[in-house]
């Protein structure tokens, strides 16, 4: 079937350490990708896209990286802030008949140790 | 920065009523979006709106909802009958351009308690 899935509900570091958070897919024809962070109480919130037409971006302390070989995507932060603690998903847009419907995997809450 | 705001922030209706909640996308934004999220669960679309109309559904979205947007700066969206199930944050979105390649801004959502 098609998903978008996490491979670990939670993940905790200590802070300056840095944090890498995994999704795979399994829909071959997606091929925009979407990071998101949700702090509590709060709606998701953008991060960083990628494009299947590459497989690494970087933005501010984050980088992505895709492998569409094994349908894998990642998250680095880099130097992990306390602030940097919420729940991150991975979104797909998955094609439908001409148009676009945004898939959300599960979320890793990321929780970073002072 | 502009934001995707929402009201009323949490909403709690009785089984069987009609709830509307409301959400003034960014302005300059042409795409909208409804999402719901059940406590401690993803995210799930349920429906995105282009020129004044629905450009694509989930079968969560049944005939008990429906969305509008009744003027140039808000869209709703309605659940007729409420059942227990629809207790969840909905959260309204907006892009500037059609899903591909563009990412989508979120309000913070309103609760849904359904008593």
């Known amino acids: 079937g098609e998903s978008v899935g996490l491979h670990l509900p939670t993940l905790s570091v200590q802070e300056g350490d840095n944090s890498i958070i995994n999704c795979a897919y399994s829909?071959?024809?997606?091929?925009?990708f979407i990071w998101y962070k949700q702090e509590s109480g709060k709606g998701p919130q953008f991060i960083i896209d990628i494009r299947s037409n590459m497989d690494k971006r970087q933005g501010q302390r984050v980088t992505v990286l895709l492998n569409k070989t094994v349908k894998h995507l990642s998250l680095q932060i880099a130097a992990t802030q306390p602030g940097d603690s919420a729940v991150y998903f991975c979104?797909?847009?998955?094609?439908?008949?001409?148009?676009?419907?945004?898939?959300f995997g599960r979320g890793t809450s990321l929780i970073v140790h002072p | 920065e502009p934001e995707v705001t929402q009201t009323p922030s949490h909403q709690v209706t009785q089984m069987g009523q009609e709830v509307i909640l409301r959400c003034v996308p960014i302005?300059?934004?042409?795409?909208f979006y409804w999402y719901r999220q059940i406590l401690g669960q993803k995210v799930e679309f349920l429906v995105s709106f282009y020129n004044n109309e629905i450009s694509e559904k989930s079968e969560i979205f049944d005939d008990q909802f429906s969305v509008e947007r009744p003027d140039g700066s808000n869209f709703t969206l309605k659940i007729r009958s409420t059942k227990l199930e629809d207790s969840a944050m909905y959260f309204c979105?907006?892009?500037?351009?059609?899903?591909?390649?563009?990412?989508?801004?979120f309000g913070d959502g309103t609760r849904l308690s359904i008593l």
């Open positions: 979105a907006s892009s500037g351009g059609r899903g591909q390649n563009q990412p989508q801004h």
């Open positions: 302005s300059n934004h042409l795409y």
């Open positions: 979104a797909e847009n998955r094609p439908s008949g001409g148009s676009y419907i945004p898939t």
């Open positions: 829909n071959s024809a997606s091929d925009y």
